[in-house]
């Protein structure tokens, strides 16, 4: 391996979906979905394993969650140490890069923070699966009202079809043919030309006859302003629910704190 000048590696990362964040390329509002494959890059041993290329800039970008933060932030904190220590260095760049580094520190530990003290949230899906489970109009001649007919779709099961797809030996992905499309391959064979990722892989499991998972679901009622920024960044928000927005977010993401879209919103603030 020493003497070879270039060679091709596969990078394996776990622990994200197509909606998870990037960052690295000065453009915001970047998810994993949107990134450019990597191509030809140099790397040294240590550096943090890039996920695509921002595809307006062409630059490396980087999961942007928590974890990696944190990674990223102990590099800073280690480069500013060695400069520290580093005979010659001046202390008044030291400070001045200290002092950059600890305000960025602050920004993305308090963010979603920030965000959340100045946004109504309420948790509201044991109010949605009541209401949704009232089948006393069912047989109305007026027919169901809108409030019950907008909760049953908000707490409908929705499954994971496209981890069902890939651990099934499918690939979802999109079409490098067909701008704008997605398509499953696998098993000597392509289909393309869906909307979406999500949409290619039911295909793919419906066809297969695989059986995929249920997404565990939260339902939160939020004011306005949040509801619209969340649906800007691709979330699943009933903007017209009486009483106001519901955000339907996947109770798998864990704490409001940690939440993708919310730290996205909130740097972007």
């Known amino acids: 391996m020493e003497h070879l000048d270039r060679y091709k ?15 690295g390329s000065g453009v915001s509002d970047l998810t994993v979905a949107q990134v450019e494959p990597i191509g030809t890059c140099e790397l040294s041993a240590g550096d943090p394993s890039p996920i695509g290329r921002c595809p307006q800039t062409g630059d490396l970008v980087y999961l942007d969650r928590e974890v990696d933060r944190i990674r990223l932030h102990a590099q800073e904190m280690f480069d500013l140490l060695v400069d520290m220590l580093t005979p010659g260095a001046t202390s008044a760049a030291v400070i001045s890069d200290g002092r950059k580094l600890l305000a960025k520190l602050g920004r993305d530990v308090m ?4 965000l959340l003290m100045h946004h109504r949230l309420g948790y ?5 699966t009541s209401i949704a489970n009232d089948t006393l109009n069912d047989s109305d001649p007026q027919g169901v009202p809108l409030i019950i007919q907008k909760a049953r779709a908000l707490v409908e099961p929705v499954y994971d079809y496209r981890s069902a797809a890939e651990e099934a030996g499918w690939s979802i992905g999109p079409d490098d043919t067909d701008d704008g499309t997605f398509g499953y391959s696998g098993h000597g064979r392509f289909a393309r030309a869906f909307k979406s990722a999500n949409e290619a892989a039911r295909v793919c499991c419906e066809l297969n006859n695989i059986e995929a998972a249920e997404i565990p679901l939260e339902h939160w009622l939020v004011d306005e302003r ?9 979330e699943r928000v009933d903007l017209s629910f009486p009483g106001g927005p519901i ?5 798998r993401r864990g704490h ?13 603030a």
């Open 226 to 234: 949040l509801g619209a920024s969340l649906a800007a960044h691709g």
């Open 124 to 128: 509201r899906t044991d109010f949605l």
């Open 111 to 114: 963010a979603v923070e920030n």
């Open 247 to 251: 955000w339907v977010r996947p109770a």
């Open 9 to 23: 590696v596969h990078i394996a990362v776990d622990g994200f979906d197509s909606t998870t964040p990037v960052t």
């Open 256 to 268: 409001l704190k940690k939440d993708p879209a919310l730290l996205s919103i909130a740097k972007a």
